[in-house]
């Protein structure tokens, strides 16, 4: 089946600085693709859609500002958590809409000290 | 916006019994229902699917089963085995791949050898 990769898998930040998550679809091109949230023991919540080469759209609650969204191409799209804090702490996932289904990536691990 | 509810929160059962959850959900508009398997520490993988078109799907230990008139569908699991533990997710949606899924809450399901 199609791939998705993110990086990093893991990331440790100190509060105040910033973090840049990359999602790529490896052997498909996805004009679409998606980011989520995910807290321990908690489900998946849609943070945003991101679509090539136009912005994103974000849903009720989440802070465009604080969570950037780059989807310059047809196999990336980027997540940036701009002056996270530990609140921001969580487990970040993509997916990208391939043939026929929804491919998620791996998670990214964000622990901001 | 679709409410989805998922039944139950845990499962735990005898290696070699049958497991099944329920997701409920309440846009009748939807008409694509997936199951994610979740391990610890990884992105959801997508396990079996239906569409509106179908009753019923099944794919080896694994079936699906869709009650459009109640909106509800269901993951059947049999001759469970020690990795099938794991966090399953119901997502319904009303496109074909899936273009917004709304995740249930999950259900943690362990076998026991």
């Known amino acids: 089946g199609a791939v998705v990769s993110q990086h990093p898998s893991r990331v440790i930040c100190k509060s105040g600085t910033s973090v840049k998550i990359e999602c790529r679809s490896l052997?498909?091109?996805?004009?679409?693709m998606f980011w989520y949230r995910q807290f321990p023991k908690q489900s998946l919540m849609l943070m945003a859609t991101?679509?090539?080469?136009?912005?994103?759209?974000?849903e009720q609650g989440v802070e465009k500002d604080k969570f950037l969204i780059n989807h310059a191409s047809l196999t990336l799209s980027t997540l940036t958590v701009t002056s996270a804090h530990p609140e921001d702490s969580s487990f970040y996932i993509c997916?990208?809409?391939?043939?026929?289904?929804?491919?998620f990536g791996p998670g990214t691990r964000l622990t901001v000290l | 916006g679709e409410n989805v509810e998922q039944h139950p929160s845990t499962l735990s059962v005898q290696e070699g019994d049958s497991a099944v959850i329920k997701c409920t959900y309440s846009?009748?508009?939807?008409?694509?229902f997936p199951w994610y398997k979740q391990e610890l520490g990884k992105g959801p993988q997508l396990i079996i699917d239906?569409?509106?078109?179908?009753g019923e799907k099944k794919d080896q230990r694994i079936a699906v089963t869709l009650n459009k008139t109640a909106k509800h569908f269901s993951l059947h699991i049999t001759e469970t085995q020690p990795e099938d533990s794991a966090v399953y997710f119901c997502?319904?949606?009303?496109?074909?791949?899936?273009?917004?899924?709304?995740f249930g809450e999950g259900t943690q399901l362990t076998v026991n050898p």
């Open positions: 239906i569409r509106s078109n179908v």
């Open positions: 991101s679509n090539e080469g136009s912005k994103a759209t974000y």
């Open positions: 997916s990208a809409r391939g043939p026929g289904e929804q491919f």
């Open positions: 997502a319904p949606s009303w496109e074909t791949s899936g273009s917004r899924l709304t």
């Open positions: 846009d009748s508009a939807s008409n694509y």
């Open positions: 052997d498909f091109q996805a004009t679409t």
